[in-house]
């Protein structure tokens, strides 16, 4: 998706690792976000930020940190990943703090073994 | 708190025939409303929002929904369904407020059109 690209595309890593996901975008947009994609649940918001050193949490941010130490680049870190954090993750940006509508990334496909 | 609700996880039409894809939202106040469309192995495609005024809203490849106050609902709908509309259709609502507003989505709804 123009824009907005996220790092690693799939990942697979053993329980209790750290990892990181990497959300970036070159649209200059102020809020950013990150979900998590699961059958049945659809997408619930993790963590979202609106602008640099500025974040705040979502419904299912248990496990999880964020960072955003510029305004291109998101960090998602699973401090010591579980298997119930195998999931498909998004980021997405917005350019109003009125979520009048996102643009998404491509998704990263994680796998927690 | 607001929330959405799809009550089909999945719609089967023919192909020409006109699809419905139902969403109702509990939100206080007025809402912004979504509609996005995921195909396999792919990221959500906006496909249309109200925002305010007109009560239907046309989007892209030829959806359309209808903002329904009363009812709390906002139905995505077209008249002719294609084979390439398959693909898990995503509802999600929002409420503008003075401070950061988030979108939260349903659960998704599978639209499976046939030849």
């Known amino acids: 998706d123009a824009g907005i690209t996220q790092s690693p595309r799939h990942k697979v890593t053993e329980t209790g690792t750290p990892v990181t996901l990497r959300c970036h975008q070159t649209?200059?947009?102020?809020?950013m976000y990150w979900y998590r994609q699961d059958p049945g649940h659809g997408l619930r918001l993790i963590h979202y930020s609106y602008g640099v050193k500025d974040t705040d949490k979502g419904e299912v941010s248990d496990g999880y940190s964020v960072s955003r130490s510029k305004t291109e680049d998101f960090l998602l870190t699973l401090e010591s990943a579980t298997s119930s954090q195998t999931s498909v993750y998004f980021c997405?940006?917005?350019?109003?703090?009125?979520?009048?509508?996102?643009?998404f990334g491509s998704g990263t496909r994680l796998t927690v073994v | 708190a607001q929330s959405v609700a799809q009550p089909e996880d999945q719609v089967n039409v023919a192909e020409g025939n006109p699809l419905t894809v139902k969403c109702t939202y509990s939100v206080s106040g007025n809402p912004y409303l979504f509609w996005y469309v995921q195909y396999p192995n792919r990221g959500l495609q906006f496909l249309l929002k109200?925002?305010?005024?007109?009560?239907l809203v046309k989007g892209s490849y030829g959806f359309e929904a209808e903002f329904n106050k009363s009812q709390t609902s906002f139905h995505l709908k077209k008249p002719s369904a294609l084979v390439s509309d398959s693909a898990l259709y995503f509802c999600?609502?929002?409420?503008?407020?003075?401070?950061?507003?988030?979108?939260?989505f349903g659960k998704g709804t599978m639209l499976l059109v046939s030849p």
């Open positions: 997405a940006i917005s350019e109003s703090r009125q979520a009048e509508g996102y643009t």
């Open positions: 109200y925002i305010t005024g007109d009560n």
């Open positions: 649209e200059n947009h102020r809020y």
């Open positions: 999600a609502v929002s409420r503008p407020n003075s401070g950061y507003s988030t979108l939260t």
